[in-house]
């Protein structure tokens, strides 16, 4: 008996000036909503989709990056909290938005890194920080890397996550896919789009050499108001190794640039196995043939089953 069919839907999820915590929940539970009446089992929202919440705070704060990360963290557990209501409420698995947290000694210099956590419709959660800084978050905001690759066991399969320049490194998703991952899920924020190309090409590239899928949700639209994510491109993509019975460009739904929507595509597992087992290539099996291949790091597994 073949694995039923999974629906996913990536969050093209617009940056806003949220007036109170009640718009932060409408918008949010609009777009569960949507996925939900779509038949989805998985929606994914972006990268840095948190920090619209610094706009909850006063003038002085907006528009400062230290001082937006540091405001936000009062709101972390009601973010949290909110959506693992709506995973419950709406019985899906989400990906929440990368949330900024601070770690660490509180008396201490603030460390923060950049933390997407996966909510089950049982309660269960788990999270993946961001492995690989780019510039701005190293050299003018000081987020700091995670040291724990992880891929979680859901009722949808094991998944693994790659937060947007993450997935432009072909080891990390390589790892969790020899631990046994099966989606790899890309929340992204870009500002150019130079940038956004940059994540979808490695998004491709990963769903191509791991022959799996890669679910790349992008953060879009201007918020003037905000030193971090003034400026967001992108279009929301789900992609798969292209070969037999899958497209011909590996695209199994992509988005309209930059406007606010889900973008959703049913995965077959069976064509997937398919293509490890008698593709037209294999690049699942002969990623060992090639010369020179260091240690894959560790991964972590978590049971939100």
């Known amino acids: 008996m073949s694995a039923p069919l999974l629906r996913i839907a990536a969050a093209q999820f617009p940056v806003f000036?949220?007036?109170?915590?009640?718009?932060?929940?409408?918008?949010?539970?609009?777009?569960v909503s949507q996925a939900r009446d779509e038949g989805a089992h998985l929606l994914v929202f972006p990268e840095y989709a948190a920090m619209s919440l610094a706009a909850l705070f006063p003038n002085h704060i907006k528009g400062h990056l230290q001082e937006e990360l540091g405001a936000i963290q009062s709101l972390h557990g009601d973010w949290l909290a909110l959506h693992a209501r709506l995973a419950s409420d709406y019985q899906l698995h989400i990906l929440a938005?990368?949330?900024?947290?601070?770690?660490?000694?509180?008396?201490?210099?603030?460390?923060?890194?950049?933390?997407a956590h996966l909510f089950a419709p049982n309660?269960?959660?788990?999270w993946q920080d961001k492995w690989t800084m780019t510039r701005f978050e190293t050299e003018l905001w000081g987020i700091s890397a995670g040291d724990t690759l992880k891929?979680?066991?859901?009722?949808?399969?094991r998944i693994a996550v790659n937060i947007c320049y993450d997935v432009e490194f072909p080891l990390l998703a390589r790892a969790q896919v020899e631990a046994g991952?099966?989606?790899?899920?890309?929340?992204?924020?870009?500002?150019?789009?130079?940038?956004?190309?940059?994540?979808?090409?490695?998004?491709?590239?990963?769903?191509?050499?791991?022959?799996?899928v890669v679910v790349q949700a992008p953060l879009v639209g201007e918020a003037p108001w905000?030193?971090?994510?003034?400026?967001?491109?992108?279009?929301?993509?789900?992609?798969?190794?292209?070969?037999?019975?899958?497209?011909?460009?590996?695209?199994?739904?992509?988005?309209e640039w930059n406007q606010p929507q889900c973008v959703v595509a049913d995965i077959d597992p069976a064509?997937?196995?398919?293509?490890?087992?008698?593709?037209?290539?294999?690049?699942?099996?002969?990623?060992?043939?090639?010369?020179?291949?260091?240690?894959?790091?560790?991964?972590l597994i978590e049971d939100l089953r």
């Open 181 to 212: 991952a099966q989606i790899i899920l890309a929340p992204s924020c870009t500002d150019t789009t130079a940038g956004y190309w940059r994540v979808r090409v490695g998004a491709q590239a990963r769903a191509l050499e791991n022959q799996c």
């Open 151 to 157: 891929g979680f066991d859901t009722t949808l399969g």
């Open 271 to 299: 064509k997937l196995a398919a293509v490890r087992a008698d593709g037209q290539v294999f690049n699942h099996r002969d990623w060992a043939r090639q010369p020179g291949l260091g240690l894959l790091p560790n991964v």
């Open 17 to 31: 000036e949220p007036q109170n915590w009640a718009a932060v929940e409408h918008l949010l539970k609009h777009f």
């Open 97 to 115: 938005g990368s949330f900024p947290v601070q770690i660490g000694d509180a008396d201490a210099a603030p460390v923060y890194r950049n933390r």
């Open 226 to 255: 905000s030193a971090s994510v003034d400026v967001n491109v992108g279009r929301a993509g789900i992609y798969a190794p292209p070969d037999r019975g899958l497209p011909d460009d590996g695209v199994l739904a992509i988005g």
């Open 123 to 126: 309660g269960k959660n788990g």
